[in-house]
Nanobody
Framework: QVHLVESGGGLVQPGGSLRLSCVAS????????MGWYRQAPGKQRELVAT???????DYGDSVKGRFTISRDNSRNSVALQMSSLKPEDTAVYYC????????WGQGTQVTVSS
């Protein structure tokens, strides 16, 4: 069974930084496009960032220039470095793995508040 396990969420002040990690198991990691999505209360899940097996990246407009996605195929992991965090970045962040279908992690809460 495939598992995507996120870590690194928490409470951070506006302007601060946070790094999320996701480790995948039981998949051929290096053929998957990995991604991060987020969902705030009362809102739809939205794209944060994706990274292809060839390290091509895509970002949601609201995080461009502040967030960076990276992957380590040797460790089956994908990371999201978040900086200049804003209260509107508060959400549950989900790791995703896409090939013929999309797999999801359980999510990790990120709260940006003073």
């Amino acid at each position: 069974q495939v598992h995507l396990v996120e870590s690194g969420g928490g409470l951070v002040q506006p302007g601060g930084s946070l790094r999320l990690s996701c480790v995948a198991s039981n998949i051929i990691f290096n053929i998957y496009t990995m991604g991060w999505y987020r969902q705030a209360p009362g809102k739809q899940r939205e794209l944060v960032a994706t990274i292809t097996p060839y390290d091509n990246t895509d970002y949601g407009d609201s995080v461009k220039g502040r967030f960076t996605i990276s992957r380590d195929n040797s460790r089956n992991s994908v990371a999201l470095q978040m900086s200049s965090l804003k209260p509107e970045d508060t959400a549950v962040y989900y790791c995703s793995a896409s090939y013929t279908n999309t797999l999801w992690g359980q999510g990790t809460q990120v709260t940006v508040s003073s």
